[in-house]
């Protein structure tokens, strides 16, 4: 075999083989739009399963307010009609009772405070007294309740508090 029928062969089999690349990349970025069409997909079939997920959620609680808006309405309308207050107070208590039952099926738990050691990531004092106690500083009143939701605060408990005494508070500081 002659030098230029080597070369033509060689020549040949390069361009054979750039052909069978490019077709293999041309299938490549083929597959790659097909996965970036299917990822984008994907992307927007989640974000409206999650718009409706929470809708629903909405829907939901606001159905079970709308009962405490009924009750409501008929503590109003008793009111006005001048009838019994006993039987007023027992509505509106009533009303109570079934909007924080609402409120605990969406997971908000009330923080107990009164009688708990006042700590300030879930209470809020709007007055101190000084006590005579040794302990720690005392929640002694709850002037407007905190809740939870899920595990983490969403309004802090505004509350009275009752300060340790400074002579138990002067050793605590001499012993450390």
Do not use: C, W
């Not at 020549?11 to 597959?31: I, P, S, Y």
């Not at 005392?138 to 605060?153: I, K, N, T, W, Y």
């Amino acid at each position: 075999m002659t030098e230029s029928e080597e070369a033509s062969r060689g020549n040949d089999t390069l361009e054979r083989k750039l052909k069978e690349e490019r077709e293999r990349n041309a299938e490549l970025l083929t597959r790659l739009k097909y996965a970036q069409a299917d990822l984008e997909n994907y992307r927007k079939r989640m974000d409206k399963d999650l718009k409706e997920a929470g809708e629903s959620v909405a829907r939901s609680i606001v159905g079970r307010l709308l009962v405490v808006q009924d009750e409501l309405d008929l503590a109003v309308k008793h009111g006005k009609n001048g009838s019994g207050g006993a039987e007023l107070m027992e509505g509106i208590a009533m009303v109570q009772r079934n909007l924080f039952a609402t409120l605990q099926s969406a997971g908000v738990e009330k923080i107990e405070a009164v009688g708990k050691p006042f700590d300030p990531s879930v209470h809020e004092a709007v007055e101190r007294s000084q006590g005579d106690s040794d302990g720690p500083d005392m929640v002694v009143d709850e002037v407007r309740p905190g809740f939870l939701f899920r595990g983490q605060v969403l309004r802090p408990s505004m509350v009275k508090v009752e300060l340790a005494s400074k002579k138990a508070k002067g050793e605590e500081e001499q012993i450390e």
